[in-house]
C-alpha cells in the first residue's frame, strides 16, 4: 500500500451487480486499508462478507460528508491508508465523494483511483450509439416542468446524451423525450450486469409504449441513451448565423443601414437582402 509517512485515500470502484465485477486490485485495496468509507455500512457489509473480509468502516453520504473530512484527514496524516467505496460502481459519479476528495486533494493527501465498473460506460458500450463524444448529466429533475426545461437546454447538443433514471420516473422521462426531443433514437440499458439486464431500442414513444405494456420493463435502475441533434442543413445554419451576427450589431446600437452593410462585406450577398433582415430582426425585439 502506501509507502509514505502519510496514508492514501483510495477510491474503489465497486460491482454495480454481478460481484465478480470487482478486480483483484480492489479486493486487495480493501482488504488492506485501516478503515473503509462506506455510502451505507449494511449494504457494503454484504460485499465484504462475499470477500471473506472483515474491515473497520464507517459511513460517508450526502448528510455526513463535509463533517467526516477532518476526521479521515487525521487517519491519513496518522499513517492510515483508507478507501473509499459508494453502494455500487465508481465513487463520485452521482455519489458522494466529491467533497472528500476535492478537500484532501487541497490539502496534499494522495489520492489513488482504483477503477472497475461504472454504470454509465456499461451502458453506452453496449448501447450502439456514437461514444467519441457524450455528454453524462446525471439525474434529471424531479418535477416535470424542470425536467423539460433541463432537455430543452440540451436539445441542439449533437453529442450522445446519458443520464440515470429512477424506475417510478422512467416513464414520465420518456414521456418528456418524446415531447422535447421528438423521433430520436433513446436506448434504456436496465439492471445492468444483473440477472435480468436488458436493453431496449427505439423511439421514445415506441419505449413508453413498450413499458406501458409490460410493466416488468419499468422495475430497476436505468441508464437512458439519447442519440444527439441531427446536423443542421447547411443552409440553416448559414441562416441562424447570420441572424446572430445582425442580432449582436443591433445590440451594441449600431443601426440597421450599417448592420446590413457589415453583414454584405463578412457573408457576401446583397445588402438590400441584409437591410431587410436587420430591419425584421429589430421590428421583433
Not at 460485499?47 to 467526516?68: D, F, I, K, Q, T
Not at 439486464?197 to 413498450?210: K, V, W, Y
Not at 448565423?241 to 443601414?257: F, P
Request: glycine share 8%; net charge negative; aromatic share 4%.
Amino acid at each position: 500500500m502506501s509507502d509514505s509517512a502519510y496514508g492514501a485515500l483510495y477510491v474503489v470502484a465497486t460491482p454495480i451487480g454481478n460481484l465478480d465485477d470487482l478486480s483483484p486490485r480492489a479486493a486487495r485495496v480493501l482488504g488492506e486499508v485501516a478503515v473503509i468509507a462506506a455510502e451505507d455500512t449494511r449494504h457494503s457489509a454484504r460485499l465484504l462478507r462475499h470477500l471473506g473480509l472483515e474491515r473497520p468502516m464507517l459511513s460517508l453520504h450526502e448528510h455526513n460528508e463535509a463533517a467526516r473530512v477532518s476526521q479521515l484527514a487525521a487517519r491519513l496524516a496518522a499513517g492510515d491508508d483508507v478507501a473509499l467505496i459508494s453502494d455500487a460502481g465508481t465513487p463520485l459519479i452521482c455519489d458522494p465523494g466529491f467533497v472528500l476528495v476535492r478537500e484532501l486533494r487541497d490539502a496534499g493527501h494522495r489520492i489513488v483511483p482504483v477503477p472497475g465498473a461504472c454504470a454509465l460506460v456499461a451502458g453506452l458500450s453496449a448501447a450502439g450509439l456514437p461514444t467519441d463524444r457524450f455528454t453524462f448529466i446525471g439525474f434529471l429533475p424531479a418535477k416535470g416542468a424542470s425536467r423539460r426545461a433541463r432537455l430543452e437546454a440540451l436539445a441542439e447538443r449533437d453529442e450522445t446524451l446519458v443520464c440515470y433514471e429512477s424506475p417510478h420516473r422512467i416513464r414520465d422521462t420518456l414521456d418528456d423525450l418524446a415531447t422535447v426531443l421528438g423521433e430520436r433514437r433513446v436506448v434504456l440499458a436496465r439492471e445492468l450486469t444483473k440477472t435480468f439486464e436488458t436493453f431496449l431500442d427505439g423511439s421514445a414513444e415506441a419505449l413508453l409504449a413498450r413499458l406501458q405494456e409490460d410493466p416488468d420493463q419499468a422495475r430497476g435502475e436505468f441508464v437512458v441513451m439519447v442519440a444527439g441533434a441531427p446536423p443542421r442543413d447547411e443552409s440553416e445554419q448559414a441562416t441562424l448565423e447570420a441572424d446572430q451576427l445582425l442580432a449582436a450589431l443591433l445590440a451594441e446600437g449600431v443601426g440597421v443601414k450599417q448592420a446590413a452593410a457589415v453583414a454584405t462585406r463578412v457573408l457576401g450577398g446583397a445588402k438590400k437582402a441584409w437591410y431587410a433582415r436587420a430591419q425584421a430582426l429589430k421590428d421583433a425585439d
